[in-house]
């Protein structure tokens, strides 16, 4: 086997090859017994910040989403009843709510811990995907709803889902690119035999 030359002083790479994580990889459902014409597709990563991320884009009738799913961050906990006023202009955000169906489908599996109550703690998740550039809003309006969850694993996690458009209105944009739930599933049929 061939040597490198070893030289007295190792060079850094200007930018590392990997991000290696700060807490441990999700485990979500891919399994397509679950999944429907509305569910659009997954992805998955890992910021730069060594945040492991799982997505998922998926549709109701009228609107289009996105859902986050990310280990849960303690510091954000220590927000729970902070009011969201911005000192130097006096503005406060406000808070409605409505009834939404939704097609969330990574999650099944998982325990359901509730939903995030605080909008300090949902503003500093959300914050934390734009900074990622996960998701952008083109006006400065955030939507969001929070999710308390458990993976198989035991990993404490959020999901964060977010409205991308609804009945033609654009509120948040990703660039993210999806795969599709179906493709990693449609060339096993012709490959799986029968064992007795």
């Known amino acids: 086997m061939p040597q490198r030359e070893q030289s007295k002083t190792p060079e850094k790479p200007e930018r590392p090859g990997y991000f290696q994580s700060r807490f441990p990889m999700i485990f979500c459902n891919h399994s397509i017994s679950d999944v429907s014409k509305n569910n ?4 998955y990563g890992v910021t730069v910040d060594q945040i492991p ?16 799913y990310l280990p849960e961050i303690k510091e954000f906990n220590d927000l729970y009843g902070e009011p969201l006023i911005d000192q130097s202009t006096g503005t ?15 999650m099944t599996g998982m325990v359901d811990r509730g939903m995030i109550d605080s909008l ?4 500093s998740y959300t914050e934390l995907l734009v900074e990622s550039g996960l998701i952008n809003f ?4 955030l939507n969001a709803a929070g999710f308390l969850l458990t993976d198989i694993a035991g990993n404490d996690l959020v ?16 660039s993210l ?20």
């Open 120 to 123: 300090a703690v949902l503003d």
């Open 92 to 106: 406060q955000s406000f808070h409605f709510s409505k009834t939404v169906s939704c097609c969330m489908v990574l």
């Open 177 to 196: 690119s999806w795969i599709s739930f179906w493709s990693k599933n449609e060339n096993r049929t012709s490959a799986i035999r029968r064992i007795k």
């Open 53 to 68: 991320f799982e997505a998922e884009l998926w549709k109701t009738d009228n609107s289009r989403s996105v859902t986050f």
């Open 40 to 43: 659009l597709g997954y992805t």
């Open 138 to 141: 083109p006006t400065n309006m």
């Open 159 to 174: 999901g964060i889902a977010i409205t991308l458009e609804e009945d033609g209105d654009v509120f948040a944009e990703t």
